[in-house]
């Protein structure tokens, strides 16, 4: 069989198998793999480099499926290459299987998560940043685009990230089916727009029929041959193509066919071919010097911004581990991560305005192996929040940066100011959130990170200078507090993080001069929280007043109220939180007037001893 | 003074206001005000028509700063148009004062809030829809925008919606000044590189010098007269114009000048130019035609999915009001949002897969006083965080609906399982979380938030049929819950909400039969959440299981515990939830695997009455 033909019958292959899958599971996209399916066979049987049995050579191509819906082509391929069985293959979306509805890195060959469009292909921007300019390796990402996706504003994020970012090791495939969910996208088969927008974006951009393999051939020859840009091939294609009940047809988006065996004879029968997909070349990832490094320390009683702190430590963990790498949102100079681009240019991704291109390239930057640092004003990673969601579904090693945290930022207002931070990352399943109120302890707390396992870990930091409270030799669990203050005759405990630690502080002193004994813990780890501290002094003191920087819900005292519930652990519990729309001002003045100071923490703490009643 | 003079000096009484603004308040943009103080003076002296004595009126022109950072040129626009004083423009980011670091609508001539880049002008794109599409009415939309801010996708997926629905109405004005916050834009002043995306993506561009007011007023003539398509003026601008200690410098982004008097000066001193601004002509919004539709009703004991409850409902509400508008995101068959389409194709506007366009959409349309329902997947919501968090600040009113909630939705897999929309959506300032569990409830949920004074309110529905518990006649109050089983001699109370009501259900017939008596809670108001009944349940059978097909973070569970905390009712709380990323399988499988089906549910409940220890 000649390559042409093998082609033609690959894509036919996959298509039988797309249908067979939807079949099986009784539910599924086989149309929209269908559509796919040529421009799929001939990228395994001629263009991908990828050794199947090790999933992680250095030197493998990648491939990601943004559209992830069209799983049951991805898996196809996996059976042609000879990497699951046929009857691997028809686990497909049953419980148990790694072939689940969209695909996730359960699947030894899948990288990253996909199924929330538009985000395969930002992420394909951080995979080649990696092999560019990190790993300095010649292999390649393919990303599989659907035509619906590129509604999505975060397509044209990675459009002009990998245009800025002269990603010529990137090609894009996009299946201009016309047809997304419900009907007729914005577009339809005007494919001219396509290739406008893409040249306006700075991409090489190649107009084919996505059913001609031997146009597909030639598209991928010239997109490799392509330098100095990444390449779009912008395909017109037939969505159920191959199948007349269904092809071009509206309203078989995610169905399976209503007569399986009927397709696939039309489609000329199941076939069994199977394609020996070529490995890449050996090769090694660039290694970045290290030296021996420190981390900064600060003298207790300086004053000095956590943020800053952030972006002093990242830059030595950045000499101290070559595998750091940093992303910020056009930032740099608010978040500190300046510091680290300044020390370690060649490790350093500036992505401008952009959280969901700068979440979705350290999601493709962590997949070779970095340790990915991405920052920006704590409420602008609300931006991102479907990449964060996703990223965890991706089971990737992240590590966010958000400053400028809460009312504590003072005259820029509430657009600036976040609030919801803390509920947003604690419902991201396995985070870490974490909320230094001091420069050590901000500096320990990002190098404990690096050590972690896995999952996404996020550090949240203040704009204003405090004081340094703890010494640079202390120690700092994830999962751990500090008791600040703390006696036997305590009758109530003040629970802060952050900016109201120190504001805890004031009101401790304040209630000891009325001769209340108050223990005040820094609870640095939101989560996970110390529940056996907070359950102690639950018991030991009665009363608990949690104080954040943040909406009473999903925070601090959301997260204290759980903890002790876990324990059956009992107090009187006030929640003091921002609970009016802030506005623009002084921070003393925005403490005060949201009453998360000192002066309300006191307050509320002597209505609680007094009448045993909360009062927020 | 001729025209051209008059701006010329208007122009340069915005740059010496900012500066002043900004001395005064020792922070702030002025030099982002600076840039695009010609392009506003043109504007305001010759295009504008805006009440200002009448901001509501119908026929105003609306003017957006999508940078909103550029705020003192703003105020200096509200100076010189009269509308404030010098001395409250002195004001600015004081507290107290409406003039905050960015423009909010506290201010009355201001509409929406900025501050987060990328927004103003897809909520542009909303405002134009409603002129154009509904009030029918020819005032004009007139959004200045930045350039950093163009890295942003929302930028591209307001040109892309703009053109499809063929925005004449609508002029953006775009000021590239070439520096971003930290330095240069990734296209500096390569002005013909956003011309040519803005014609790639449908729109009639003009680029002129920012600073040659002959050429801004031509460009404002062209657009208005430009017909079938949206038009933005790209417009070559120096950040700081107009002092040479600032102009085109870097590192003089968000700060006040080192020196305002010397500014003032070499800017040719104060002015106090006051402009008559024109007014519109009067005229009255389109009124839609409404009937005696009634909301739809369901037998008790039938099965109805959720999500299709809300679509006819909604279809019924927009046969009740003429102001009931709808918004998709390209799922409108999953949604149900199509039976509302169908009934009022006038009335819907398909968003296609671009969330933030749609949510930003939607607060555009809410300015016109419409009630707006923007529905997509519960998880797809997560995309549009940041507008939804900004939606709080701009005081919308908005209407979200999130289907396919949870792990009952199967076998797509965990990509479209919304497990922290709950938390997301409870963390958005003065919003209402409601998730019902039948029909007949959300047909009365639904109806009843459109009765809401105002704030962001959010409907979470359900993929699988739920048998329908209630009749069609029953009340259900926002803050409310519906206790379904209850016995005096009741060991535990089981709060469920969605499909964890049916489990509970079950898991009390369970217990029942092992003589423990169960309280059934359906608590379908999340926020604010029935704190007396389940502080009534708590004191009346000392132990509650919580149960939510959600993370354990920031839902019911937590809602739960701090509604029992601020009235100081104690129990035992179990709190069941999903603990683990779900996989592909059926709904009853996963429910399950994830242990809150109503074996879990009972297995908790036993465990809590029997050895009174939390088993979660």
């Given at each position: 069989m000649g390559d042409v033909q093998l082609w033609r019958e690959l894509g036919q292959q996959f298509r039988v198998d797309s249908v067979r899958c939807a079949a099986a599971a009784k539910s599924g996209h086989p149309t929209s793999g269908m559509s796919g399916a040529d421009l799929m066979a001939v990228l395994l049987a001629k263009y991908l480099r990828y050794d199947f049995g090790r999933p992680d050579a250095a030197t493998n191509d990648r491939l990601v499926f943004s559209k992830g819906h069209a799983s049951t082509l991805l898996y196809a391929m996996f059976r042609a290459a000879g990497a699951i069985t046929d009857e691997e293959l028809l686990t497909y979306r049953q419980f148990g299987s790694i072939l689940e509805g969209h695909p996730t890195p359960l699947i030894p060959w899948v990288d990253?998560?996909?199924?929330?469009?538009?985000?395969?292909?930002?992420?394909?921007?951080?995979?080649?940043?990696?092999?560019?300019?990190?790993?300095?390796?010649?292999?390649?990402?393919?990303?599989?685009?659907?035509?619906?996706e590129s509604a999505e504003g975060s397509i044209w994020e990675a459009f002009e990230h990998a245009s800025h970012y002269e990603l010529d090791n990137l090609t894009a495939i996009l299946d201009v089916n016309r047809l997304g969910q419900r009907g007729e996208t914005m577009n339809g088969w005007n494919l001219d727009r396509y290739m406008e927008r893409a040249r306006a974006f700075g991409w090489h951009a190649i107009q084919i029929d996505g059913h001609d393999v031997e146009q597909i051939d030639a598209a991928y020859e010239e997109a490799t041959?392509?330098?100095?840009?990444?390449?779009?091939?912008?395909?017109?294609?037939?969505?159920?193509?191959?199948?007349?009940?269904?092809?071009?047809?509206?309203?078989?988006?995610?169905?399976?066919?209503?007569?399986?065996?009927?397709?696939?004879?039309?489609?000329?029968?199941?076939?069994?071919?199977?394609?020996?997909?070529?490995?890449?070349?050996?090769?090694?990832?660039?290694?970045?010097e290290t030296d021996d490094s420190d981390l900064p320390r600060y003298e207790v009683g300086t004053e000095v911004a956590t943020r800053k702190a952030y972006g002093e430590a990242l830059a030595a963990l950045g000499s101290m581990r070559g595998k750091v790498v940093a992303v910020d949102g056009e930032v740099s100079n608010s978040t500190f991560a300046e510091i680290f681009k300044d020390a370690h240019p060649d490790r350093y991704f500036e992505?401008?305005?952009?959280?969901?291109?700068?979440?979705?390239?350290?999601?493709?930057?962590?997949?070779?192996?970095?340790?990915?640092?991405?920052?920006?004003?704590?409420?602008?990673?609300?931006?991102?929040?479907?990449?964060?969601?996703?990223?965890?579904?991706?089971?990737?090693?992240?590590?966010?940066?958000?400053?400028?945290?809460?009312?504590?930022?003072?005259?820029?207002?509430?657009?600036?100011?976040?609030?919801?931070?803390?509920?947003?990352?604690?419902?991201?399943?396995?985070?870490?959130?974490?909320?230094?109120?001091?420069?050590?302890?901000?500096?320990?707390?990002?190098?404990?990170?690096?050590?972690l396992e896995g999952g996404i870990s996020y550090i949240r930091t203040l704009r204003p200078n405090t004081p340094v409270l703890y010494g640079p030799d202390e120690f700092f669990p994830i999962g751990g507090s500090r008791v600040l203050r703390s006696s036997e005759d305590d009758e109530v405990t003040l629970v802060g993080c952050g900016i109201t630690v120190h504001e805890s502080l004031k009101a401790a002193d304040a209630l000891a001069e009325d001769g209340i004994g108050a223990r005040v813990v820094d609870c640095y780890s939101v989560k996970p929280i110390d529940g056996e501290t907070l359950a102690t002094?639950?018991?030991?003191?009665?009363?608990?007043?949690?104080?954040?920087?943040?909406?009473?819900?999903?925070?601090?005292?959301?997260?204290v109220l759980a903890a002790l519930a876990e324990r059956d652990a009992h107090a009187q519990v006030a929640r003091l939180a921002v609970t009016e729309m802030p506005r623009s001002g002084k921070p003393a003045e925005l403490l005060a007037a949201y009453k998360i100071d000192a002066d309300a923490i006191a307050e509320a703490a002597r209505a609680l001893v007094r009448t045993g009643v909360p009062t927020t």
């Open positions: 990253v998560a996909t199924g929330s469009l538009g985000q395969g292909l930002p992420i394909g921007v951080g995979m080649a940043i990696a092999g560019k300019y990190l790993d300095r390796l010649p292999y390649r990402i393919w990303v599989l685009c659907g035509d619906s041959a392509t330098t100095g840009k990444p390449t779009v091939v912008v395909a017109h294609t037939i969505k159920g193509k191959g199948v007349k009940a269904v092809e071009n047809k509206e309203g078989w988006h995610g169905k399976p066919l209503d007569d399986p065996d009927a397709a696939i004879e039309e489609l000329g029968g199941l076939r069994n071919i199977v394609v020996e997909v070529a490995k890449p070349e050996p090769g090694k990832a660039h290694v970045f992505m401008y305005i952009a959280e969901q291109q700068m979440v979705a390239a350290a999601v493709g930057l962590q997949v070779r192996g970095y340790l990915v640092f991405a920052s920006s004003f704590a409420a602008f990673h609300s931006r991102a929040f479907d990449f964060i969601r996703m990223a965890a579904i991706s089971r990737a090693k992240l590590f966010l940066s958000g400053s400028h945290a809460g009312i504590s930022i003072g005259e820029d207002g509430p657009s600036q100011m976040a609030l919801e931070d803390m509920a947003m990352m604690r419902a991201v399943h396995g985070s870490i959130v974490l909320h230094p109120c001091d420069a050590n302890q901000t500096t320990k707390l990002l190098l404990k990170m690096t050590t002094a639950a018991e030991e003191t009665g009363r608990i007043v949690t104080v954040e920087d943040h909406w009473p819900e999903g925070g601090l005292g959301d997260a």
